[in-house]
């Protein structure tokens, strides 16, 4: 029968605290609903925990989890205030100091939502590009290259595969006469150079597989859509080039909201500790 007691009790508080919910919902008053100890918990703060912890289950099953998870909370803090006491008072400091800094980090947030000011004018926005344009610079590949389009049909008979390695001056005139005659996207330039991505714009092939293709293959074709991509990399360098603007605009517009926010936490933090001192003064004993 003893082993039936626990149960016995947490069933009678559960259909309680059941009363009492929709008791509560109907004058809008808060109840205890059981007790572990000298710790009680209320309705109010069950629904609190029901909310926070088991917003998508069954009421009658969220219910109970969350007294559960209440109490066993309770019998931990029990059990420590009476084997480890000094233990238990180190732990409450430090989630003291914790929960401040949260609590402060959160009221920071009110804060910065209330006075950010997120009107970032094209003047802002250029004055911090001039002023970090280091910041926007890349390295960009740089190539002399064959590249060439022709459609699969007219790619089979022709055989521009043969050429377009450019081994001897036969192979350029060859691909020369191909690429006048019968692409319809056409580049051979020896000794001029250009940005690969500009070579590549047409050829829908990832990032890494253009870098392989420079430093390694240098060299492929690739099919796409009825058409035939020719490229040979005849020689590569790198260049470094600054991003325009227009690419880097949005990424300015949120470092310049960043150190607003930023600004303002600190601004924040003073404020908030000067006026809780003021509101809630120490009363020494």
Same mark, same amino acid.
């Given at each position: 029968?003893?082993?039936?007691?626990?149960?016995?009790?947490?069933?009678?508080?559960?259909?309680?605290?059941?009363? =009492?919910?929709?008791?509560?919902?109907?004058?809008?008053?808060?109840?205890?609903?059981?007790?572990?100890?000298?710790?009680?918990?209320?309705?109010?703060?069950?629904?609190?925990?029901?909310? @926070?912890?088991?917003?998508?289950?069954?009421?009658? #099953?969220?219910?109970?989890?969350?007294? #559960?998870?209440?109490?066993?909370?309770?019998?931990?803090?029990? +059990?420590?205030?009476?084997?480890?006491?000094? +233990?238990?008072?180190?732990?409450?400091?430090? %989630?003291?100091? &914790?929960?401040?800094?949260?609590?402060?980090?959160?009221? #920071?947030?009110?804060?910065?939502?209330?006075? =950010?000011?997120?009107?970032?004018?094209?003047?802002?926005?250029?004055?911090?590009? &001039?002023?970090?344009?280091?910041?926007?610079?890349?390295?960009?590949?740089?190539?002399?290259? @064959?590249?060439?389009?022709?459609?699969?049909? $007219?790619?089979?008979? $022709?055989?521009?595969?043969?050429?377009?390695?450019?081994? &001897?001056?036969?192979?350029?005139? +060859?691909?020369?006469?191909?690429?006048?005659?019968?692409?319809?996207?056409?580049?051979?330039?020896?000794?001029?150079?250009?940005?690969?991505?500009?070579?590549?714009?047409?050829?829908?092939?990832?990032?890494?597989?253009?870098?392989?293709?420079?430093?390694?293959?240098?060299?492929?074709?690739?099919?796409?859509?009825? #058409?035939?991509?020719?490229?040979?990399?005849?020689?590569?360098?790198?260049?470094?080039?600054?991003?325009?603007?227009?690419? +880097?605009?949005?990424?300015?517009?949120?470092?310049?909201?960043?150190?607003?926010?930023?600004?303002?936490?600190?601004?924040?933090?003073?404020?908030? %500790?000067?006026?809780?001192?003021?509101?809630?003064?120490? &009363?020494?004993?």
């Amino acid at each position: 029968m003893n082993n039936l007691l626990p149960y016995r009790s947490l069933k009678v508080a559960f259909l309680g605290s059941l009363f =009492l919910f929709f008791t509560s919902c109907t004058n809008g008053n808060d109840y205890p609903i059981c007790k572990i100890g000298n710790s009680v918990l209320t309705i109010s703060e069950l629904n609190k925990r029901i909310e @926070l912890y088991y917003p998508n289950l069954e009421e009658n #099953e969220a219910q109970k989890l969350a007294i #559960e998870q209440w109490a066993n909370q309770q019998r931990i803090l029990l +059990e420590m205030e009476d084997n480890m006491p000094k +233990e238990l008072m180190e732990q409450k400091v430090k %989630l003291d100091e &914790d929960l401040l800094q949260l609590n402060l980090y959160t009221l #920071e947030n009110k804060y910065i939502s209330e006075n =950010l000011d997120t009107v970032i004018s094209e003047k802002a926005i250029q004055n911090y590009y &001039d002023q970090h344009r280091d910041n926007y610079k890349r390295e960009s590949y740089i190539v002399r290259a @064959l590249y060439m389009k022709i459609p699969d049909t $007219i790619a089979k008979i $022709i055989n521009a595969d043969k050429y377009y390695l450019l081994k &001897d001056s036969k192979d350029f005139n +060859e691909i020369n006469k191909i690429g006048n005659l019968y692409a319809t996207s056409f580049y051979l330039e020896q000794n001029r150079w250009i940005y690969f991505e500009d070579l590549m714009r047409e050829i829908p092939i990832s990032t890494s597989q253009k870098e392989d293709l420079i430093r390694n293959q240098r060299h492929a074709i690739f099919f796409e859509n009825g #058409e035939t991509h020719y490229v040979n990399i005849l020689d590569y360098k790198t260049k470094s080039i600054t991003s325009p603007l227009q690419v +880097e605009r949005a990424k300015i517009k949120q470092h310049i909201l960043t150190i607003r926010s930023n600004q303002l936490r600190e601004e924040a933090k003073v404020i908030i %500790l000067n006026n809780v001192r003021k509101k809630y003064p120490i &009363d020494f004993y």
